[in-house]
Nanobody, 120 residues
């Protein structure tokens, strides 16, 4: 199976930055895309960013373009989400995910999440 473990969440003030990390282990050959999703209280889960582990091609939700950057280190089976200019509306539980293909509906493996809280 695939295991995904997130880290790096926390609380910062608006305008600040955070970097999330996600380490994959297990059957990593089962996926070629890793991504980040988030879910705020009372809202549906939404895709934030995705990256093909091979080519490095990326995709972002419109709400985070220009502020968030996804990257990967294949040697470490790790994907990162650098978040800058954070706003209170970015407050959510952030989940790492993996799947075959970077369509938001293709992600099959999920981490347990890391909380990000932005205060105004």
């Amino acid at each position: 199976q695939v295991q995904l473990v997130e880290s790096g969440g926390g609380s910062v003030q608006a305008g600040g930055s955070l970097r999330l990390s996600c380490v994959a282990s297990g059957w990593t050959w089962k996926f070629n895309c890793m991504g980040w999703f988030r879910q705020a209280p009372g809202k549906e889960r939404e895709g934030v960013a995705g990256i093909y582990t091979g080519s490095g091609s990326t995709a972002y939700a419109d709400s985070v373009k220009g502020r968030f950057t996804i990257s990967r280190d294949n040697a470490k089976n790790t994907v990162y989400l650098q978040m800058t200019t954070l706003q209170p509306e970015d407050t959510a539980m952030y989940y790492c995910a993996a799947g075959y293909g970077c369509s938001w509906t293709n992600f099959r493996y999920w981490g347990r999440g890391t909380q990000v809280t932005i205060s105004s």
